[in-house]
């Protein structure tokens, strides 16, 4: 929204997004000499469902990921997995707002 004039509606609006957590995943990336994570990357997916009433031709129904790579050596939880989050659902959301309003 900051980046924009459009405003939030709870209805009658333009653009309509759907969409779910289809991933949330703990994936091991490097092992070490002892056999254990010595990196790990939480993945996180969504699908997504984008339609816009006065174009129907933008309309797009489409899977959106990205990773955070973290040491290996312990289980992020609390602010730290938050701290995350935020950032994976950051660049998700501005990987939304490109495909479906950002016409270059």
Do not use: C, H
């Amino acid at each position: 929204q900051n980046q924009t004039n459009l405003s939030l509606t709870n209805y009658n609006g333009d653009l309509l997004y759907e969409g779910e957590i289809v991933e949330y995943r703990i994936t091991p990336m490097q092992a070490t000499a002892n056999q254990t994570a010595a990196e790990s990357r939480l993945t996180i997916s969504v699908n997504v469902r984008f339609n816009n009433k006065n174009k129907e031709a933008d309309d797009f129904e489409k899977r959106f990921s990205f990773y955070r790579d973290y040491s290996g050596t312990s289980l992020p939880t609390g602010s730290v997995l938050n701290g995350y989050l935020d950032e994976i659902f950051e660049r998700i959301t501005q990987d939304i707002f490109n495909e479906s309003l950002a016409k270059w």
